[in-house]
């Protein structure tokens, strides 16, 4: 078993930061790329930003200059660094990433979702 837990999310006004985090535990062996993805409310799931494990990063355009995703692999947990938000950031974020676990299977695993608000 690998679970992908997201923490961080809340109420923030427009302008503010917040910090995601998920954190991967489990049988795990390895982790390859860690993914960030949002909902809003009648909208498709949408990537936000992936890290590869050597640290390559890739944004959705929308948020490049305002999000930074990282990662610690000694932790198996990325983070979401979001600032100057905009009520359109507001959503439910999902981590997301392929994880190879001990027994040598590969999993593509999904967090339950943080809810992030961006309102005044």
């Known amino acids: 078993q690998v679970q992908l837990v997201e923490s961080g999310g809340g109420l923030v006004q427009p302008g503010g930061s917040l910090r995601l985090s998920c954190a991967a535990s489990?049988?795990?062996?390895?982790?390859?790329?860690m993914r960030w993805y949002r909902q809003a409310p009648g909208k498709q799931r949408a990537l936000v930003a992936t890290i590869t494990s050597g640290g390559s990063t890739n944004y959705e355009d929308s948020v490049k200059e305002r999000f930074t995703i990282s990662r610690d692999n000694a932790k198996n947990t990325v983070y979401l660094q979001m600032s100057s938000l905009k009520p359109e950031d507001t959503a439910v974020y999902y981590c997301?990433?392929?994880?190879?676990?001990?027994?040598?299977?590969?999993?593509?695993?999904w967090g339950q979702g943080t809810q992030v608000t961006v309102s005044s």
């Open positions: 997301n990433a392929d994880v190879i676990a001990r027994s040598g299977n590969y999993y593509n695993s």
């Open positions: 489990g049988s795990i062996f390895s982790i390859n790329v």
